[in-house]
């Protein structure tokens, strides 16, 4: 399996190199050359097998002959033992046809866990083969960098450098990083906001002098191909859990970067019927404009109570304009370098190819609130903000009645107190068992300057691996 660039001007890679890799040379994000696709006898053939098995017969032709397949499944059953529902993403029904699926049962309690406990595990593995150590450096505003954390706690060839803004994270989101007290993982709260964080990142990926010359600087988010990969596992399980592939299902996705959303897309182009995907948003509505008016024009950022689709741009958004553009890649290169300056629109053919597949929803806080107030009211059932965008926007632009449909749960509500305690919830949400003891855990960080020589000089003193 090869990968190429959705602008077409970079070499393509096999996946151990795209592993490695964030955006190709000319600024284009890796997608494969071809996708592997399953008939649908090959895909009804998988109803009853575990999370892991079928994560296995998924990602396998996508890793391709880069591991072999008893090293690939191995680490592929260690994926999920921090998984605590025996089901790895269980399915909760909300209504007639209406369902959720729970993808918060990792150890940060967001959907981020699926794709950076993978990584971390694949990325280690290639790393000990070729004898080769890396640091791993990335800025969150909260949910990234924990499930990162996470994904890396174990790895014995990767340090990781998380900037975080100081004291402007939520005290579950900072403690789910700081209280992982592994060697290798290094928590930076900077003097400064979640912007002068990633530039302080971006500027190490640009000039990389200050690292020893045998370290090599890799990224992990959302734009790598791996996170990808392991997202599109959970809609065929959804799928064959609800009578697929013989009925088909549709999905609601809260979306930010569109990385989410995007695997539904591939899981659909590789043969798992899917009759609608409708791409959840708030406020931060680009991908909702573009998709229902073809008005695909940045605007400023506003803060919502639903902080990890805070975005102004959705990077992974261009994989999909790449084949809507008949992947041509000079097209793509010309649409988002004019997009970095001006008001664009898709062509008209390109904008049908979007719409043939993809309906769209803005959610604003207050609907969001209110929409964790009802499913709460009618079903017991508390839904986090992120989730609650998704399944609004579902009851909005649903085609059909009589096909499941299906949102993802995105995080769970114990992360995000303040907008369900807004939907009138009478306390703060519990955190589940395991994590009970969260408050209690001692904690590992170092506040530094904002100041970008003193988070560099940090690195190099720390690195241990
Ligand atoms: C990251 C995130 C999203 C958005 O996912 P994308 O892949 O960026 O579209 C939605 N909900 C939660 C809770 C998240 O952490």
Request: charged letters at 20%; hydrophobic letters at 40%; glycine letters at 4%.
């Amino acid at each position: 399996m090869k990968y190429i660039s959705t602008r077409g001007q970079a070499p393509a890679l096999n996946f151990e190199e795209v592993l490695l890799t964030g955006l190709a040379p000319d600024g284009g994000l890796y997608v494969p050359e071809s996708l592997p696709t399953f008939s649908q006898q090959d895909i009804a053939s998988w109803a009853g097998l575990s999370y892991t098995d079928l994560a296995f017969k998924i990602v396998q032709p996508f890793v391709d002959d880069c591991i072999p397949a008893d090293d690939l499944k191995a680490i592929i059953d260690d994926t999920y033992v921090d998984f605590r529902h025996p089901s790895v993403a269980p399915l909760v029904q909300l209504d007639k046809n209406e369902w959720v699926l729970e993808l918060f049962q990792g150890p940060t309690l967001a959907f981020k866990d699926f794709a950076l406990q993978m990584l971390g595990r694949l990325l280690d593995y290639v790393l000990e083969r070729r004898h080769q150590k890396v640091v791993i450096m990335g800025a969150t505003s909260g949910d990234t960098g924990s499930a990162a954390i996470q994904g890396c706690k174990r790895c014995s060839n990767i340090d990781i450098f998380i900037l975080h803004p100081h004291q402007r994270v939520s005290d579950v989101q900072r403690r789910q990083m700081t209280t992982v007290l592994a060697d290798n993982i290094h928590n930076i709260a900077v003097k400064g906001n979640f912007d002068d964080c990633q530039s302080m990142v971006k500027a190490s990926f640009n000039d990389k002098s200050f690292l020893p010359e045998d370290r090599q600087l890799v990224a992990v988010n959302s734009i790598n191909w791996a996170r990808i990969m392991a997202q599109i596992v959970y809609y065929f399980y959804a799928s064959l859990s609800l009578g697929g592939p013989l009925r088909p299902v549709a999905f609601s996705v809260p979306t930010g970067n569109f990385g989410d959303i995007y695997a539904g897309y591939l899981a659909s182009k590789m043969g798992l019927p899917i009759d609608q995907l409708v791409v959840a948003t708030n406020t931060n509505d680009i991908l909702h404009r573009c998709i229902s008016n073809n008005d695909f024009a940045k605007h400023a950022l506003a803060h919502t109570l639903s902080p990890s689709m805070d975005i102004v741009i959705s990077s992974n958004f261009e994989r999909l304009l790449f084949d809507c553009y008949d992947r041509d890649g000079a097209a793509i290169n010309d649409l988002m370098t004019r997009f970095q300056t001006e008001d664009v629109a898709l062509t008209d053919a390109a904008f049908a190819n979007v719409r043939s597949l993809f309906d769209s929803y803005k959610v604003d806080d207050e609907q969001t609130v209110k929409t964790i107030a009802d499913v709460y009211d009618t079903t017991e059932y508390l839904l986090d903000p992120h989730s609650a965008i998704g399944v609004e926007a579902a009851r909005k632009v649903r085609r059909r009645d009589d096909i499941p449909m299906i949102t993802l749960a995105t995080a769970h509500p114990a992360k995000f107190p303040e907008a369900v305690m807004k939907a009138g919830y009478p306390h703060e949400p519990e955190l589940p068992h395991h994590m009970a003891t969260l408050f209690d855990d001692e904690e590992r960080c170092t506040v530094l300057d904002n100041e970008l020589s003193s988070v560099q000089q940090f690195v190099v003193d720390n690195i241990t691996a």
